[in-house]
Each structure stands twice: as structure tokens, then as C-alpha cells.
């Protein structure tokens, strides 16, 4: 079976995550509060900044791992790097689970960055917008999410939202549980194939191209400090190039259910959502 790991984050929609069973995924990786959403998570990932006393209690804490800046920021430089990679826990999360989890699929939840004027923000109320900060690694959430959605891929790896919120910031195909349950290794390689045939790789050339012209590498993770160095312009048109890659995925993916029944897969067995 392909191995899967569920990202959460704090969105409303974290806690349709607490009546899912655990054998669905081979880790779970929390981001911030989102430890409190269910006991049987394997990885808590937080910033520097997190409060100690948000933390979960000692008891928790002898099964499980608590991810901070000292794992997560070489894992963001192998793929490099906060400057292209956004500086907000979601990317964060997705990069180091990458790097250290070498899953087949990362599935996100609540972590769509979409944060209403007139309703809860948080599963746990209102809180803070930290997504949407005036931050230059991230004026384009939705680039910033290709980019870990093309990376990804070329590692082998298929990323994907179970968000059931009517927006969000991931341009990472939609699913549901029932579909990952059915996903075969022989259905996750059809999968990959067809996401692998649309992604645009001249996109992705130019973008890597530039990536690696700018050298905005910043060793420690603290980029903020280092602000001023940073051409605006042309990380927005690196951004650009990203968004193009996968302008031409689908919205969302479904199985064939005639042919997922008989226990085969090809192309043709995962049909394409609106695009």
C-alpha cells in the first residue's frame, strides 16, 4: 500500500479528521494547536515562536516526535529554501515531511490558508492570519503551493487536499478518504502518471533556473533578517513560472469505480474534477 501521510492544520475543517480511522495513513504530522484535534498523531511540527505552554503535556510526548526549526529548516534548504519555498508552517510542514517521511502521498487538511471575515478562522475560533502577513516568500500562496506540488512530484511524490472548504490556497488536486483508502500501488503509479502528464516542465525549468541565478539561500532559516536583500520583482516572477506548471491540473481526481472494483488500474480508471 502506498505510504501516506496526513498533514493538519488549523483551519475549521481539522476536525472531520477525528472520526477518521488511523490505519488510512502511515503518519500524521499536526501543525501547531493541531495536536488537540486527535490524540494518535506522530509529529508535531511548530515554529520557533509557539507558546510552551500551547504545547501538548509529557504524556503524549513518549510516542510521538516534536518537529522544531533544528529538523525542519535543513529539510526546507534541501529543496531551497524558505525565499521560494514560503515561510508558513503549511509549506513548512509539506517540505520536511518530504525530506524525512519519503511518503508516496502528502495529504493536507486545513490547510487551506482561507481566513473569513464573518465566521471561525480556526477550529478552535479566531485566530491569527499568519499566511497572510506582509511577507515576501509569501505574495503568492497559491504559486507557493505549486512549487511543493511540482518538487514533490519530481521526488516521486503525489500531494493532494482533503480540504472540504469552497476555497482555499492549495492548487493541489482534491480527494476524499474513501479514495485514498482504494489507492492500490498500482492505482497511485496511474495517478502519478496522469498529474505527471500535465504538468507544464518548461515552467518548472524556468522557475529552477531562476531559483538557482538569484542564490537566495539563507543557511539558518531566518530570511526576515536578511529582507532587504531580496528582489521582490523577481521572486514574483518565479512565482509566475510556478503557477504555470500546474495550471493545467485537474481540480479534482476520482476513481473509476467500474474499474477500481475489478481490481485493475491504467490512466484511464482516475477521472479528472473540473479544471
Not at 500500500?1 to 475549521?12: D, E, H, Q, Y
Request: proline fraction near 6%; charge should be neutral.
Amino acid at each position: 500500500m502506498p505510504n501516506v501521510v496526513l498533514i493538519i492544520g488549523s483551519a475549521p475543517d481539522a476536525v472531520r479528521s477525528r472520526d477518521w480511522p488511523r490505519s488510512s495513513f502511515t503518519s500524521i504530522v499536526v501543525i501547531n494547536n493541531a495536536w488537540s484535534v486527535r490524540s494518535d498523531w506522530d509529529y508535531l511540527i511548530h515554529p520557533d515562536d509557539f507558546p510552551d505552554e500551547r504545547l501538548p503535556g509529557d504524556k503524549r510526548l513518549g510516542v510521538a516526535s516534536i518537529i522544531t526549526s533544528s529538523d525542519f529548516v535543513p529539510a526546507q534548504n534541501a529543496f531551497g529554501g524558505f525565499v521560494y519555498a514560503g515561510g508558513t508552517m503549511a509549506f513548512t510542514a509539506g517540505y520536511w515531511a518530504l525530506k524525512s517521511l519519503r511518503p508516496d502521498i502528502v495529504a493536507f487538511l486545513a490547510c487551506d490558508m482561507i481566513y473569513p471575515s464573518n465566521a471561525p478562522t480556526h477550529f478552535y475560533g479566531v485566530g491569527t492570519a499568519d499566511p497572510l502577513r506582509d511577507d515576501v516568500t509569501l505574495k503568492d500562496l497559491k504559486a507557493k503551493s505549486a512549487r511543493l506540488f511540482a518538487t514533490a512530484l519530481r521526488q516521486g511524490t503525489i500531494c493532494l487536499n482533503l480540504s472540504s472548504l469552497p476555497e482555499s490556497h492549495l492548487l493541489l488536486p482534491r480527494v476524499t478518504l474513501p479514495f485514498l483508502d482504494r489507492l492500490t500501488s498500482r492505482r497511485f503509479e496511474a495517478l502519478r502518471a496522469m498529474l505527471e502528464a500535465d504538468i507544464d516542465r518548461t515552467s518548472i525549468e524556468r522557475a529552477s533556473l531562476l531559483e538557482k541565478e538569484l542564490g537566495y539561500i539563507v543557511e539558518d532559516g531566518r530570511y526576515w533578517q536578511r529582507i532587504s536583500e531580496f528582489d521582490e520583482t523577481a521572486l514574483s516572477q518565479i512565482d509566475r513560472h510556478w503557477a504555470s506548471s500546474v495550471s493545467q491540473l485537474p481540480l479534482s481526481v476520482v476513481p473509476r469505480d467500474a474499474c477500481w472494483r475489478r481490481g485493475g488500474s491504467s490512466r484511464t480508471d482516475v477521472i479528472r474534477g473540473q479544471s
